[in-house]
């Protein structure tokens, strides 16, 4: 059975910075778009990156882009996320997704995990 998993959210101070993890099992990403997307309480949801299947590109979201970086182990299924100069608005569940394209990681992911959840407050 397909799945993802995320670890290592939690609270961060304004200016700080964290890592996420994500583990998958039951697909390979190398067949597969993989990134975070994050949904903020009462918002929809907000692409963060994205690796393109097609050209393993990477793809950030606007309000992200110079601000993290992302790795991913194809061989072991993981991915991981360093996010850095936190803010108030960064606050969020963020989601690892599996999805046919970048363009559809929000609208239409074909797996996706539970959600870790990052809170910036001091």
């Known amino acids: 059975q397909e799945q993802m998993v995320e670890s290592g959210g939690g609270l961060v101070q304004p200016g700080g910075s964290l890592r996420l993890s994500c583990a998958g099992s039951?697909?390979?990403?190398?067949?597969?778009?993989i990134g975070w997307f994050r949904q903020a309480p009462g918002k929809t949801r907000e692409a963060v990156v994205c690796?393109?299947?097609?050209?393993?590109?990477?793809y950030y979201g606007d309000a992200v882009k110079d601000r993290l970086s992302i790795w991913v182990d194809a061989a072991k299924n993981s991915l991981g996320l360093h996010m850095k100069d936190l803010r108030a608005g960064d606050t969020a569940v963020y989601y690892c997704?599996?999805?046919?394209?970048?363009?559809?990681?929000?609208?239409?992911?074909?797996?996706w995990g539970q959600g870790t959840q990052v809170t910036v407050a001091t």
């Open positions: 039951g697909f390979r990403f190398d067949d597969y778009s």
């Open positions: 997704a599996a999805t046919q394209t970048c363009h559809l990681v929000t609208s239409e992911p074909t797996f």
């Open positions: 690796i393109s299947s097609d050209d393993r590109l990477a």
